[in-house]
């Protein structure tokens, strides 16, 4: 599940490139980019708990954008494509606000995922006295 996350977050960054042009691609693009290590924190270590995968994304992200005050993102960026999408190029600081947001859509996402693999993803059914209505587990 956590790699289908990895490739629609992919998905999404590159989608929101090709419509979206501004502050909403580039911050948009900062919170995909931390959705994008959280999916990858998942995949490498699926029991960890949401609150501390989001928090481990959200350290790297924030640890990128500050290694950017050193210049060297920006000497790797300039030689190669690869390392200009993963480290960028130049300190930001509103990126570390959006970074954050990721981080804490991200968490979200997996406390519901996390509670409804506890409950059994119980289906209800919006329509009063059909089987479901009262949390029954419908066939």
Request: aromatic residues 6%; without cysteine.
């Amino acid at each position: 599940m956590a790699a289908a996350a990895a490739l629609v977050t992919v998905g999404a960054g590159l989608g929101l490139r090709a419509v979206a042009t501004g502050d909403v691609a580039k911050y948009g693009g900062d919170a995909l980019y931390t959705l994008l290590i959280l999916t990858l924190v998942v995949l490498l270590a699926p029991r960890m708990p949401p609150a501390r995968a989001a928090a481990v994304a959200l350290a790297v992200s924030w640890a990128v954008e500050l290694l950017q005050l050193t210049g060297l993102p920006a000497d790797l960026s300039a030689r190669s494509t690869a390392a200009r999408l993963v480290l960028g190029s130049t300190f930001n600081a509103p990126d570390l606000l959006w970074y954050a947001i990721g981080a804490i859509a991200g968490w979200l996402v997996l406390r519901e995922v996390a509670r409804r693999r506890r409950t059994g993803w119980r289906a209800r059914s919006p329509v009063a006295g059909e089987p479901g209505e009262r949390g029954d587990t419908v066939a």
